[in-house]
């Protein structure tokens, strides 16, 4: 080989510092009521009080499996899901109580979900990693790193089939794009000019392999890796939900105007390990790395502040969204604690629908083998 | 009744669906400007236009988790793999999301998906293109796998496939494509979990699916011809779910069974039959129950070799006959 290849860089940059008194004045954001402003700080709020009783509970051992926390990343599906029309949808990975939340499901079906109690969003079946609310265009929850993403990409497929002027945002992390499916994925999306939106949520870490550690990626960062696709790309500071909603806008209106995809990196942090049973997170990197974020760079303190500083918000009516916030993970922790587990009969339910149905099936014979 | 071949009832069973339901769509390598890689699409594209009849890039991962994805949607795509084989590239996506979202969902959501294609040794074509995977299908709940032998049961249950709001997959035999029977011309879908009597008999039942099935009763014939050995072939059809009461009506009946199929011996879909009548139907047996699968090692390449790996007529009238 004559020419040789740049070596590829090390860290994906993050974008400029955050000016949220400009991106503010941005067209996506310059329309927004005071009360809209204040509505998106109250759901960030929400989730992060929502998970950090969950953490609670979860140490309490009511918890099976995993708990991978969102704290810290939380602007990221807020700026995306306060974009969402009646035909945008949504999936996501394991990670996924931020997004659950953020469509409208309840605390407490959320909560209910993570003890495995039969008023869980999925009765008890799907647990942390797998919550779903089809009714309000979120469909999952999905466990394997990556796996979602052609799911991500059909959800698009049928909204295109269908004649349906929308988009679906298939969300997933930064340790997701080393996986073929989402290659896959990015081919399908481009060949076939589906409205998807890959939103690679870059939180640094693919568990506990840093990003330097995992990807070979271009000058741009991660998502310049659409290039190689001709999809267009973007790269986002999470920390300012303004930015996430201009950058997410451009996309949506892509995939509505034109139905082509986009991929976007944007830059957040996680400051709970990869989940609460990683021991190692503060191993593989440094305290002042995290305490860094949590008070320079929190996305949740740096809109507070903003909307403070714009006249939008006073003290009190911060302290009141905090502590609503809290009184309501509080009742949906009570909630889960009071609901009963699903009856053993629930095991063998909800596997096939002709046997859920079997009075409007042609389907017979022996589904289960218990015999 | 017109003879139409098993490659024909596929492509008759689709296209009617096409016809019947606009949210039919047929996905897959090669299916449409190239016509089928073994023509099972062959002038769909020209009939049905490039909406409904899709190429995919060599991409299963990819095109069979957007079909899945879609399907929750309500959209039925039938996606076909060149071969079953293929299907590891995409084994999350057939395994994992097609058979755990709805229950993961506590069943607010359905995957109506039909995948398709070959599975099915004896072409010479390596241990690579050879596999049967109807046994991993069938240990995974939530997943449906029909094995169909001859062109009428091919219709009627890609028909069914098709409409039914489960995951569904379809394994065809290239071996059996150009082979035809007789398909009428109204409107049938065999049930998902029925099996068939394709021969009715007294003496011991010869329990098969897919090719094996065409195998037993070529065999049945000679040990009627030869040795007057009465043989009852039962073809499963489906695999799960699974017709065992048809199963332990003819071992009941017979007091004899002799299971036959593809798939390798170690958790092969007969290692499930062959409990299933020794718990239901212990006392009737005359005679402990015969297995013959493919030799257990790889597919080999070697033409007459793979003939010998492969459950052949004589060695299934040799192991009927060593029951009498």
Redesign the interface.
């Known amino acids: 080989m004559s020419s040789k290849a740049k070596p590829s860089p090390r860290k994906s940059k993050k974008s400029d510092a955050v000016d949220l008194a400009k991106e503010a004045k941005l067209p996506i954001n310059k329309d927004l009521s005071d009360d809209q402003k204040i509505d998106f700080l109250r759901q960030m709020v929400r989730i992060r009080r929502f998970e950090e009783r969950s953490l609670r509970v979860y140490q309490q051992g009511k918890i099976g499996g995993f708990l991978h926390l969102y704290i810290g990343q939380e602007s990221v599906v807020m700026g995306c899901a306060s974009l969402m029309g009646d035909d945008d949808h949504l999936i996501t990975t394991y990670r996924d109580h931020g997004h659950a939340l953020s469509v409208g499901m309840t605390m407490n079906e959320c909560m209910a979900e993570l003890q495995g109690k039969a008023t869980g969003c999925s009765k008890g079946k799907g647990g942390s990693m797998h919550y779903f609310a089809p009714d309000k265009n979120f469909w999952g929850g999905h466990g394997i790193v990556g796996g979602q993403t052609p799911l991500g990409a059909g959800i698009a497929y049928a909204l295109k089939y269908k004649g349906i002027k929308g988009s679906c945002m298939c969300f997933l992390g930064d340790g997701a794009i080393n996986q073929g499916a989402f290659h896959e994925s990015l081919n399908l999306a481009a060949l076939w000019d589906l409205p998807v939106i890959f939103i690679i949520e870059n939180n640094g870490y693919s568990m506990g392999t840093s990003q330097e550690r995992s990807s070979a990626f271009p000058e741009g960062g991660l998502a310049a890796r659409a290039e190689g696709y001709n999809i267009e790309w973007d790269s986002i500071s999470g920390e300012s939900i303004y930015a996430v909603r201009d950058g997410v806008n451009k996309a949506i209106e892509r995939a509505h105007n034109e139905s082509r995809p986009t991929v976007l990196e944007i830059h957040t942090y996680r400051y709970q390990g990869h989940s609460i049973a990683d021991a190692n997170h503060k191993k593989y990197r440094t305290k002042e790395e995290i305490e860094d974020y949590r008070q320079t760079r929190d996305p949740i303190n740096i809109y507070r502040l903003h909307l403070m500083e714009a006249g939008i918000l006073t003290e009190e009516a911060s302290k009141q969204i905090d502590t609503e916030a809290r009184a309501e993970a509080e009742a949906s922790a009570q909630f889960a604690d009071d609901s009963p587990y699903p009856q053993p009969e629930a095991i063998t339910e909800d596997v096939y629908w002709s046997v859920d149905n079997d009075d409007q099936t042609t389907s017979q014979g022996t589904h289960f083998f218990n015999d | 009744m017109a003879e139409i071949t098993y490659r024909q009832a596929l492509k008759d069973a689709m296209s009617e669906e096409i016809e019947r339901d606009e949210?039919v769509?047929i996905i897959g390598e090669e299916v449409a400007q190239y016509n089928g890689a073994y023509k099972v699409t062959e002038g769909m594209l020209a009939k049905y236009g490039e909406?409904r009849i899709v190429d995919?890039?060599i991409?299963e991962?990819?095109?069979?988790?957007?079909?899945?994805?879609?399907?929750?949607?309500?959209?039925r795509p039938v996606m076909e793999l060149m071969f079953w084989s293929f299907a590891y590239v995409a084994w999350?996506?057939i395994i994992?999301?097609a058979a755990s979202?709805?229950?993961?969902?506590?069943?607010?959501?359905?995957v109506p998906i039909v995948i398709r294609g070959p599975a099915n040794g004896g072409t010479s074509v390596g241990a690579t293109h050879s596999h049967t995977p109807e046994n991993f299908i069938a240990n995974t709940?939530?997943l449906?796998v029909v094995c169909p032998a001859t062109a009428y049961d091919a219709k009627g249950l890609m028909k069914?496939a098709i409409?039914?709001?489960?995951p569904v997959y379809v394994m065809e035999s290239t071996v059996l494509y150009g082979i035809a029977g007789e398909v009428p011309e109204e409107d049938y879908?065999i049930?998902?979990?029925?099996?068939d009597i394709k021969r009715e008999g007294a003496d011991v039942s010869l329990i098969a699916h897919s090719r094996p099935v065409i195998t037993c009763l070529k065999a049945a014939q000679i040990l009627k011809d030869e040795h007057d050995i009465d043989c009852e072939v039962v073809d499963l059809r489906?695999i799960?779910?699974?017709?065992?009461d048809t199963i332990i009506e003819s071992v009941k009946k017979t007091g004899r069974a002799v299971l036959v199929e593809e798939n390798k011996p170690f958790c092969g879909v007969d290692a499930?039959i062959a409990y299933l009548i020794q718990?239901r139907a212990f006392d009737y047996l005359d005679a402990p129950i015969q297995r013959i699968s493919a030799i257990d090692a790889p597919a080999i390449y070697s033409p007459p070799l793979e003939k010998l790996q492969l459950p052949e007529v004589d060695v299934v009238v040799k192991k009927v006959l060593e029951l009498f």
């Open positions: 949210n769509v909406k995919a890039p991409s991962a990819g095109f069979i988790g957007m079909g899945i994805g879609a399907s929750m949607l309500g959209i999350d996506q994992n999301n979202v709805r229950y993961m969902s506590g069943g607010l959501i359905n709940p939530g449906k069914a409409r039914d709001n489960d879908i049930p998902i979990g029925k099996a489906s799960r779910p699974l017709d065992e499930q718990s």
